[in-house]
C-alpha cells in the first residue's frame, strides 16, 4: 500500500531563514503531488501543485521540488515569518493507482513554528 | 463568501445515534470530496462525487455511512448508529474544471459520547 512519510511532527526556525520540508513516498509514482497548509481548527489551503515531469514550482517565498528518482518533494519557504507557523501536509494523486482524479493521500503533516 | 461551507461546525452526539452533515461546494465546482480527518493525522479519503454520481467510496466507508448529491450541488453525509470511533473532523472540498485543486471547507468536529 502507499505510504507518505513527511520528515519531522515539527520544525522549528527562526524568522527571516529558510524552511525546508520533506516529503518522501513509497510503493507508488504519483502523477502529481500537491502542498496545503493547515491551521488549527480549519481545513487544508491548496499552495502548489507540481507534476511529474516537473522538477520544480515556485510562488513568490515558496518552493517545491519533485525527485521521482528519489520518490520525494521538498517544500521551501524563504525569508520565513511568524504569519508562515502552520501545519503543511502533502498529498499524493490516486489517478495513477487506480483511483479518481482528485482521490488524494495525504501525509500527517509537519508542524511548523516560525520564531520572531 | 463564496468558499465551500459545512454545517454544523460541531456536533455533539451519543453512541448509537445518527448524524447528518451537510456541504455546500463552490457554486461552478462539479466535483465534491469527503475526507474525514483524526488529531495528528492528514485528512482521509471518503468519497467523491462528479456532479450528482458517487464515482469512488474509501473501504473506510463502512456500511455505517452514507453521502448523497441529489441535485450535483450541495451534498450530506450521514453516520448511522455512530460509534466513539467515528469521533473526528469531516472535511468536504470542491474542485472544478482543474480537478488537482480542492478547496476545502472549514470542516465538522464530530465528539461521540
Known amino acids: 500500500s502507499q505510504k507518505i512519510e513527511q520528515n519531522s511532527e515539527a520544525l522549528n526556525i527562526q524568522e527571516g531563514k529558510t524552511a525546508t520540508l520533506t516529503c518522501n513516498y513509497t510503493n507508488y509514482s504519483p502523477a502529481y503531488l500537491q502542498w496545503y497548509r493547515q491551521d488549527p481548527g480549519r481545513g487544508p489551503v491548496f499552495l502548489l501543485l507540481?507534476?511529474?515531469?516537473?522538477k520544480e514550482k515556485r510562488k513568490e517565498r515558496l518552493k517545491v521540488t519533485f525527485d521521482t528518482t528519489l520518490k520525494q518533494s521538498l517544500f521551501h519557504i524563504t525569508a520565513s515569518q511568524p504569519a508562515d507557523s502552520a501545519t503543511y501536509l502533502c498529498a499524493l494523486d490516486m489517478s495513477n493507482y487506480g483511483g479518481s482524479q482528485g482521490n488524494l493521500i495525504f501525509g500527517k503533516g509537519t508542524k511548523l513554528s516560525v520564531k520572531p | 463568501d463564496t468558499g465551500v461551507s459545512q454545517n454544523p461546525r460541531h456536533k455533539i452526539t451519543k453512541r448509537g445515534q445518527n448524524v447528518t452533515f451537510r456541504c455546500d461546494p463552490i457554486s461552478e465546482h462539479n466535483r465534491l470530496y469527503w475526507y474525514r480527518q483524526t488529531l495528528g493525522q492528514g485528512p482521509e479519503f471518503l468519497t467523491y462525487f462528479q456532479n450528482e454520481a458517487q464515482l469512488e467510496k474509501s473501504r473506510l466507508l463502512s456500511d455505517r455511512f452514507s453521502a448523497e448529491r441529489p441535485k450535483g450541488s450541495f451534498s450530506t453525509l450521514e453516520i448511522q448508529r455512530t460509534e466513539q470511533g467515528d469521533s473526528a473532523m469531516y472535511l468536504c472540498?470542491?474542485?472544478?474544471?482543474?480537478?488537482?485543486?480542492?478547496?476545502f471547507g472549514p470542516g465538522t468536529r464530530l465528539t461521540v459520547t
Open positions: 507540481i507534476r511529474e515531469n516537473e
Open positions: 472540498a470542491s474542485s472544478g474544471s482543474i480537478p488537482y485543486e480542492q478547496y
